[in-house]
């Protein structure tokens, strides 16, 4: 290990200093409320709010939906409702959906419960196409009837400049295009 004095010296292998800056050296992990994808995903794996992953799915992750086959959501995690995520727009991306803040808005999400070693493999997976797909996580107040739970919903990296859908439902929005398809077709 290298020797320094003062602002100058090693802090461990994964956190330095730089020579003669006056840096703080701060959590890399979590900002606020924020996990960034710049970390290692396997460092998302520590779950700092215990033993249990909630996650609130508002895109190809719900029921019926192409993510929600591939991993087997039906099977491996427990669904524990619909709730309405105030503070984030939902945008089309395409053939999957993005959300990013945006205090007038909301997001109709499906919440599931991802516990013991299988339902947390898959939730790794789940994690891991998110954060290297331009997501990171954010954690959230749930509510379900008159539950308040805590989980993460996963945020676009940038403000899409794409169409925003306003009533903030995925499924709802897919069904509209699909009706507005067989119109143009029956034309």
């Given at each position: 290990m ?15 200093i730089?020579e003669?800056?006056?840096?703080e ?19 998302s ?8 992953m ?11 939906l192409?993510?929600y086959?591939?991993?087997?959501l ?12 105030k ?8 053939p ?9 808005s ?5 919440v599931?419960?991802f516990?013991?070693k ?17 997501y ?6 749930i ?10 919903i ?7 400049e794409?169409e925003?859908i ?15 398809i ?6």
């Amino acid at each position: 290990m290298e020797k320094r004095s003062g602002k100058n010296k090693r802090i461990d292998e994964n956190k330095r200093i730089s020579e003669g800056a006056n840096c703080e050296v701060k959590d890399r992990t979590f900002y606020g409320n924020v996990f960034h994808r710049n970390i290692c995903w396997q460092r998302s794996y520590q779950r700092p709010e215990g033993e249990d992953m909630i996650m609130a799915l508002y895109g190809s992750l719900r029921n019926g939906l192409y993510n929600y086959r591939r991993f087997d959501l039906q099977n491996k995690s427990e669904f524990l409702g619909m709730t309405k995520v105030k503070g984030y727009a939902l945008y089309s991306l395409g053939p999957y959906p993005g959300i990013y803040p945006s205090e007038e808005s909301f997001v109709i999400a499906e919440v599931r419960r991802f516990s013991g070693k299988e339902q947390l493999e898959v939730a790794k997976s789940i994690d891991y196409m998110e954060l290297f797909g331009g997501y990171h996580r954010e954690y959230v107040d749930i509510e379900i009837g008159n539950r308040k739970i805590r989980g993460f919903i996963y945020v676009y990296d940038e403000k899409p400049e794409t169409e925003k859908i306003k009533h903030g439902d995925w499924i709802y929005y897919l069904s509209e295009k699909e009706k507005n398809i067989k119109t143009v077709d029956e034309i």
